[in-house]
C-alpha cells in the first residue's frame, strides 16, 4: 500500500515536472501594449527543444519508477531527461540524425538562423510603433510634469504600461541572447569535429545586429521611465 501509494505521489510529480517544463518561459503580460503581443517571436526555448525537455523528463522518470526506483532516484531521472533535451545538444543530435550531410546539415542551421532573423525583422515594426507612441506620451508626461497639469491617473496608467513593455521587449532580448548562444554552442561543437560554416557565423552575426538594434532602441525609449515614475508618484501623493 505504501508502495503504490509512492508510486501515485512519483506520477504526479512527474507530471508537475513535464507542466513546468512544457510552459518554461511563458509568463502573464496583462499590461503590455497588445502590438507588442502580436506576431510576437519566441526565442527563449524552440518547440523542440521543449518538446524534447517533456519527452526527455517523462521518459527519464517513467523507467526509473518501472525500474523500482525511489522517490529521489525518479526525480533525478526527470531532471536529466528535461537537461540533456533542451536547447543545443538536442538540436544537434537531432540534425545529425536527419542529416548525415555535413553540408546539409549547416544549411538546416542557417535557416532556422535566417528566420529566426525575418521574424524578428517583422515584429521590429510593431516595436517601433509602440516605441513611437510611448515616446510622443513620455514628451508630454514631461510638459505636464513640468507645468503641473495633465490627467494624473491616465499619466500613471500611461507609466505602468511603458513599464510593462520595457520588461516585456528585456525577456525577448533575453530570449534572443539565449537563442544565439544555442547557436554559437552548436557552431563550436561542429567545428570540434571539422565542419564549419562561414555562412552560419555571418547569419549569426547579423542576428546578433538586430538583437543590438532591439536592446539600443529599448534602453534609449525607456531610461528615463525611473525618474519620471518616481516624480509622478510624490505628485499624486502630494495631493492626497
Known sequence: MIMAFKSR?????????????????????????????QDKPTFLASKSGLQSCAIGAGVGALGALLFGGDAATIAIAAAAGCGVGAGADYLLDQRRAEFANNEQRMN?????????????????????QVVGK????????DLDI???SGDEKARTQELATMRANQASLKKTVEG?????????????????????????????????????????????????????????????????
Open 9 to 37: 505521489l512519483l506520477v504526479i510529480a512527474a507530471v508537475s515536472l513535464l507542466a513546468g517544463c512544457q510552459t518554461l518561459g511563458m509568463g502573464s503580460s496583462a499590461a503590455v501594449d497588445p502590438l507588442l503581443e
Open 108 to 128: 538546416s542551421y542557417i535557416s532556422d538562423i535566417q528566420a529566426d532573423k525575418q521574424n524578428l525583422q517583422a515584429y521590429m515594426v510593431n516595436v517601433r
Open 134 to 141: 510611448n515616446k510622443r506620451q513620455l514628451a508630454q508626461i
Open 146 to 148: 513640468k507645468t503641473k
Open 176 to 240: 534572443l541572447d539565449e537563442r544565439i548562444a544555442m547557436y554559437q554552442n552548436i557552431a563550436d561543437k561542429e567545428s570540434t569535429v571539422g565542419v564549419t560554416s562561414a555562412r552560419m557565423l555571418n547569419q549569426l552575426t547579423q542576428l546578433e545586429r538586430e538583437r543590438d538594434d532591439l536592446q539600443r532602441l529599448a534602453e534609449q525609449t525607456y531610461s528615463a521611465l525611473p525618474a519620471f515614475a518616481q516624480i509622478n508618484t510624490t505628485m499624486v501623493v502630494a495631493k492626497v
